[in-house]
């Protein structure tokens, strides 16, 4: 029940870099929000975009939505080593009651 | 916040037993709660919506009596794998939709170990 794709699958980058990852879906979505999960816990809520907004800020969190394309970038910049982390993408397909359908995820290591 | 827990963290049993996962929502009433399992370095693959007051919805692919769920409040889904095999080795997260808007908020999930 996978609907997307993110890329790269890994990433690592020096700690002060930007990091941009990017993620592809298949259909129509009401939202799309980004998580970060750390190796063996839970997931935790980044940023969501509802499908009518380009683009979106959360501190260092820069979320773009490109529906004609299908696809949504994810940017941290100014990186830290508490950043390494696997980001993951999902969307809602439709309002009400559907859940939530996760991207493989891109795991970001930051080297200090 | 909104906080979902989910109890155990972790768990070993036997080949062959069952084994329950708790889902709460602490703070706020779930009238929809998703359940998924997660394989090391892989992406989290839906298993089942459960919905309070009736039967779950389960994915294709899951075997509905092998993992069975129960969403008897507002409040609690629990999932119970029965006859467990090594196979069913995995982390199990369940998620919660705040009843007042799109919100879904996830648990901390649960190691289920089987020997």
């Known amino acids: 029940s996978q609907q997307g794709e993110e890329d790269p699958q890994a990433l690592s980058i020096q700690e002060g870099e930007n990091a941009t990852m990017n993620c592809s879906y298949k259909t129509s979505i009401n939202n799309l929000q980004w998580y970060r999960q750390n190796s063996g816990r839970g997931l935790v809520h980044l940023i969501l975009?509802?499908?009518?907004?380009r683009e979106k800020h959360s501190g260092r969190l820069r979320v773009t939505l490109d529906t004609s394309k299908k696809s949504s970038s994810l940017l941290i910049t100014a990186s830290r080593a508490a950043d390494t982390a696997s980001y993951f993408c999902a969307t809602v397909r439709n309002s009400g009651n559907t859940p939530l359908v996760f991207g493989k995820g891109t795991r970001l290591s930051v080297i200090a | 916040g909104a906080v979902v827990s989910q109890h155990p963290s972790w768990v070993i049993c036997k080949s062959g037993t069952s084994v329950k996962i708790e889902c709460r929502s602490l703070?706020?009433?779930?009238?929809?709660m998703f359940w998924y399992r997660q394989f090391p370095k892989q992406s989290l693959m839906l298993m089942a919506t459960?919905?309070?007051?009736?039967?779950?919805?389960?994915e294709q692919g899951v075997e509905k009596d092998k993992f069975l769920i129960n969403h008897a409040s507002l409040t609690l889904s629990t999932l119970t794998v029965t006859s467990a095999h090594p196979e069913d080795s995995s982390f199990y997260i369940c998620s919660a939709r705040d009843h007042r808007g799109n919100t879904i908020y996830f648990g901390e999930g649960s190691w289920l170990t089987v020997v």
């Open positions: 975009i509802r499908s009518n907004e």
């Open positions: 703070d706020f009433q779930a009238t929809t």
């Open positions: 459960s919905n309070e007051g009736s039967k779950a919805t389960y």
